[in-house]
């Protein structure tokens, strides 16, 4: 008997929101998407000048670094990392179920993945971008602060090869139900780009690293009463405040 074909990487419609609800849509998909388990993969856009910061960031540091006089959408991540500013970035999210061999890679093996898989993607449309491999050979710029996720490239970031400018980080979660990652690349450090076809490669990438096909997908059909009500408590000053 041949094995079972692996579940099709499936693609989400873009859609667009406020912080709490990209963040909230993001856990939504983790722990309570409905379906047959299989991988997903989305864009998603910005209604207004956001920055997200990491789980276990203090929200009163967060707050002395941002910039100054500008109105902001700021909401707390259900993932770790540092301060991200989605001004001017393409946003991504990644999950995969846990039944899915991804679920059992170490955070960075799955990094490495998921990023090779981005700047392949880059360099197929002209872009000078590489995985960076060693750590070391990346400063952060003068005066940037630890924490602030663009200020310094880390292993397996993707960087430019011409600049040495960070073009994406991600940070991951991992939990009962599955991993999310959500991935952030920012526009200004690459050349102009066509971003749809650069959205087909990169998820039909990630899909042939995990031995299977991308397929557009509708959005699923989450419980309401649910998507309100995360909304509602990634909103709060209870979750923003959470350390």
Same mark, same amino acid.
């Given at each position: 008997m041949n094995p079972a074909a692996p579940a099709p990487l499936l693609v989400l419609p873009?859609?667009?929101?406020? $912080? +709490?609800?990209?963040?909230?849509? %993001? /856990? =939504?998909?983790?722990?309570?998407?409905?379906?047959?388990?299989?991988?997903? /993969?989305?864009?998603?856009?910005?209604? $207004?000048?956001?920055?997200?910061?990491?789980?276990?960031?203090?929200? +009163?540091?967060?707050?002395?670094?941002? #910039?100054?006089?500008?109105? =902001?959408d700021l909401c707390r991540r259900p993932t770790g990392g540092g301060i991200v500013d989605h001004r001017s970035d393409w946003t991504y999210t990644l999950v995969v179920p846990r039944?899915? #061999?991804?679920? %059992? @890679?170490?955070?960075?093996?799955?990094?490495?993945?998921?990023?090779?898989?981005?700047?392949?993607? =880059?360099?197929?449309?002209?872009?000078?971008?590489?995985? =960076?491999? %060693?750590? @070391?050979?990346?400063?952060?710029?003068?005066?940037?602060? $630890?924490?602030?996720? /663009?200020?310094? +490239? @880390?292993?397996? %970031?993707?960087?430019?090869?011409?600049?040495g400018a960070k073009i994406a980080g991600a940070a991951q979660k991992r939990s009962k139900h599955g991993m999310l990652l959500q991935g952030s690349i920012e526009k200004s450090a690459v050349d102009p780009i066509a971003w749809e076809d650069f959205q087909d490669d990169f998820a039909a990438e990630i899909a042939r690293a995990m031995g299977t096909t991308a397929a557009d997908a509708a959005w699923p059909d989450l419980a309401e009463h649910e998507v309100e009500g995360l909304i509602e408590q990634y909103s709060s000053a209870a979750w923003l405040e959470y350390r």
């Open positions: 873009t859609r667009t929101g406020g $912080a +709490a609800e990209n963040m909230a849509l %993001d /856990f =939504l998909l983790l722990t309570r998407c409905p379906g047959p388990p299989a991988p997903r /993969f989305r864009h998603y856009e910005w209604r $207004a000048p956001a920055f997200t910061f990491g789980f276990s960031q203090k929200a +009163a540091w967060v707050r002395e670094n941002l #910039p100054r006089g500008e109105r =902001l039944i899915h #061999p991804w679920y %059992d @890679e170490r955070a960075s093996e799955s990094y490495r993945m998921v990023h090779e898989c981005l700047a392949q993607s =880059l360099a197929s449309l002209g872009q000078s971008a590489e995985l =960076l491999r %060693d750590a @070391e050979s990346v400063a952060p710029e003068p005066g940037g602060p $630890a924490g602030v996720c /663009f200020q310094k +490239a @880390e292993r397996y %970031d993707v960087v430019n090869a011409r600049t």
